[in-house]
């Protein structure tokens, strides 16, 4: 049970940062990114190889994910900010499924399909498995919080204004003399940033990770997070993540309780109950549940 | 490698890319008309590809096989229509994106409760390819090429030769010039969705027979749909064919060096090069903003 518990806070942690990323990608500034699987996959792999391949410490290594996933965002930024809203899309969503195509074929990094077994766990060598589990919640914990206050101030501030105008209106930012390409790039690049941190708490949380844990879906799991929870506000991607944690863990709960449905049923209905959460939050509340007004 | 696996390669991309056409040609419909990239594309080939199987294993022919298929997928992207674009047709691209995504995902879902995820093969005689010199052509290959320009020169035709296809052509233009013309947009709406749906489940019709058909295999299909569009110009519908032939040819003659792995990501990095210095696509006039 105690087990149980913590296996619900990691995850549970880990999407609140997803959420994050994404939450201030679209719900403040507008931006539709639909790769943050791929954001989320160049964390967890760069920690994963550095600290595997290089004996990196853990402590270099996570900034190095975020790192890594923030130098991705650059050139996604300077090829789609300038075109509508819509190619970003097709970008990202590009982005994260040819990233996957990568990791499957460059084997001397990646171990391909086969996955990167026996990342090491937080001071492994400090204590048992459980230690360092808490370890690893305890710096999760501390991360989201550091998120949270940055976010926070960042969009309580004059930058943070800017972003939430270019959002709501992008030729009048334009016309007082701001360049949004700029501050898109930017939001991009510290989204990735985000989800690449949330990759390498996945990676030494999981201990072995496969190409196809970063799968689209992931990333519109944490789209049907931030929209249940609240588009534009904090506190509704965290409580998105909590909804979506329940939803996930209430699906694998339903599986043990139902007789004679496979695997691959549950998924298939996983799968359409988060098309029908999207259709209908898109139609009915775009904002989600606690969204901010003035948000798309 | 000698220069008759260089034209098996090209022919092999030419089918790819006929094929690839289809989906491609209904990206780029609904973008002109609704104004939107759909995700679900993919999935409505995969229900025309379920469709023909079905009608395939029923009658035998696969002719109607490929009807049936039209008709499934002219169903789905109508219901879907209905359904779940209609109501947000005026909101942000976003909101229609993500319906599209959501659609996608329930048409993915029902057909893995319906029919698992085992791949299905068309039951196909086993033929023999001809053979001209090193140059081998499938039989199958041949008659699938020639109804997807079947396909591609029925909706050609409607687009530019009836007044139908004027109507369409001009709200894709200028919704407002058009409905001031009296143009009945809603109609066109619903033949625009029809037609599409329709040259979708062909293509689901066509890729099942060439291979397999599974619930994932529209969404595989998606990429380099939405890159051969683009590539094209979204919202030209001669683009996206010849974006499509274009792409097709590139992939499978690109293969030998970059490996099989990397055959979608060729088109996705032709599709981000094309952004990037011709933003409007090769065979699109420039673009406004909206």
């Known amino acids: 049970m105690e087990t149980y518990v913590l296996t619900i806070a990691i995850v549970t942690g880990i999407y609140i940062l997803l959420s994050l990323s994404l939450d201030l990608q679209y719900g403040f500034t507008g931006l539709i990114n639909f790769g943050l699987a791929g954001f989320f996959a160049v964390g967890a792999y760069t920690s994963a190889i550095l600290t595997m391949k290089t004996g990196l410490s853990p402590l270099l290594s996570f900034p190095a994910a975020a790192l890594a996933a923030a130098l991705l965002a650059w050139p996604l930024g300077r090829i789609a900010l300038r075109l509508r809203d819509d190619y970003l899309a097709i970008v990202t969503l590009g982005f994260s499924e040819i990233g996957r195509l990568v990791l499957v074929q460059e084997q001397q990094y990646t171990e391909g399909v086969r996955g990167i077994a026996g990342v090491p766990r937080l001071g492994a060598s400090w204590g048992t498995p459980r230690f360092s589990e808490m370890l690893l919640l305890g710096m999760l914990v501390l991360c989201i919080v550091g998120v949270v206050l940055f976010l926070r101030r960042i969009t309580h501030s004059p930058y943070g204004r800017t972003i939430q105008a270019i959002r709501d209106d992008e030729t009048a930012v334009r016309v007082l003399g701001k360049e949004p390409a700029v501050f898109k790039t930017q939001v991009l690049m510290l989204g990735g940033a985000i989800a690449g941190l949330a990759g390498a708490f996945f990676a030494h949380y999981m201990t072995y990770i496969v190409p196809d844990l970063f799968l689209p879906l992931v990333t519109f799991y944490i789209w049907m997070a931030i929209i249940m929870g609240g588009v534009g506000r904090l506190r509704g991607a965290v409580a998105g993540a909590v909804i979506l944690v329940a939803f996930t863990e209430g699906v694998r709960f339903l599986r043990g309780v139902i007789p004679g449905v496979s695997d691959a049923h549950m998924g298939s209905l996983q799968l359409g109950i988060v098309g029908l959460v999207l259709i209908l939050f898109m139609r009915w509340r775009p904002q989600g549940v606690f969204g901010a007004r003035g948000a798309k | ?290």
């Open chain 2, 1 to 290: 490698m000698n220069y008759a696996d260089y034209i098996n390669l090209a022919i092999n991309g030419l089918v790819e890319g006929l094929l690839m056409a289809l989906p491609a040609l209904a990206l780029t419909l609904v973008y002109g008309l609704a104004r939107f990239p759909n995700a679900a594309t993919g999935d409505f080939v995969t229900v025309g590809g379920f469709a023909g199987f079905g009608m395939h294993h029923l009658s035998g022919s696969l002719v109607v096989a490929g009807l049936g298929g039209a008709a499934a997928g002219a169903a789905a992207a109508l219901a879907a229509y209905w359904l779940a674009f209609r109501p947000v047709m005026r909101r942000p691209v976003i909101t229609l994106m993500l319906t599209s995504i959501g659609v996608g995902f329930v048409l993915r879902a029902a057909l893995g409760i319906a029919f698992g995820h085992e791949p299905r093969a068309f039951e196909m005689p086993l033929q023999r390819a001809m053979r001209f010199g090193d140059i081998s052509i499938l039989p199958a290959d041949i008659s699938l090429a020639l109804l997807t320009i079947v396909v591609l020169a029925a909706v050609f035709v409607l687009l530019f030769m009836t007044p139908l296809g004027r109507s369409l052509r001009a709200i894709a233009d200028d919704p407002d010039l058009a409905r001031v013309s009296g143009i009945r947009r809603e109609r066109c709406m619903v033949a625009m969705w029809a037609i599409a749906g329709m040259v979708c489940g062909i293509a689901g019709t066509v890729s099942g027979v060439r291979t397999v058909i599974y619930p994932d295999a529209g969404w595989n299909l998606l990429l380099p749909a939405f890159a051969a569009a683009v590539i094209g110009g979204l919202g030209s519908p001669v683009g996206a064919v010849l974006g499509a032939i274009l792409l097709g040819m590139l992939q499978e003659l690109a293969t030998p060096w970059t490996g099989f792995v990397y055959k979608i990501a060729i088109g996705y990095v032709v599709m981000v090069i094309v952004l990037l210095v011709r933003p409007q696509g090769l065979f699109n006039r420039v673009q406004k903003v909206r």
